[in-house]
């Protein structure tokens, strides 16, 4: 049975994560993430991309837990950029994933895609810095080369949309 989405496109099969990509988080969308619009705000897209980075550590197997236990250091983010695609109401269905796009000295960079989980559309991405840091200094710090091994090990180099 095809079923059509509210947004007038025949769902179909999306195309969701890859080997550089990885799935990090699903949502819905609530009328309370409305505005007078009659679509999500704005202000709503950042809890659902601050919380797929949390779930972006756990996909790439590196927990924030271990990274302290095991590096003394954790990540915070440095820099967040998000970009409109296309609107958002009551009902959708998202899809977040995320892939490694930079990785240098003492940070990191993701890209992050907010998909309609039905259609496979691109409605927000989300560029985000993450800077190691080392909480008993409160400075940054370098990366740890058992981090860095794995970070650049799932990188994309292309661009991606």
């Not at 983010?77 to 899809?95: H, M, N, P, R, Y």
């Amino acid at each position: 049975m095809t079923r059509k989405c509210r947004h007038g496109t025949k769902a179909r099969k999306p195309p969701m994560t890859d080997s550089t990509r990885m799935e990090l988080l699903r949502g819905v969308i609530h009328p309370w993430h409305h505005d007078h619009f009659g679509h999500m705000n704005v202000r709503h897209y950042a809890p659902f991309f601050d919380d797929a980075c949390y779930h972006l550590w756990a996909a790439l197997g590196i927990a924030y837990e271990s990274m302290m236990a095991e590096h003394g250091v954790h990540c915070v983010t440095a820099q967040a950029s998000t970009g409109f695609v296309k609107e958002l109401v009551a009902g959708d269905l998202i899809v977040i994933d995320g892939a490694v796009t930079r990785v240098g000295g003492k940070s990191a960079s993701f890209h992050l895609r907010m998909l309609h989980a039905e259609t496979g559309a691109l409605h927000a991405t989300c560029d985000v810095v993450e800077v190691f840091f080392d909480p008993k200094t409160r400075k940054a710090a370098a990366m740890p080369d058992a981090v860095r091994a794995v970070l650049e090990a799932r990188s994309i180099t292309e661009d991606t949309p």
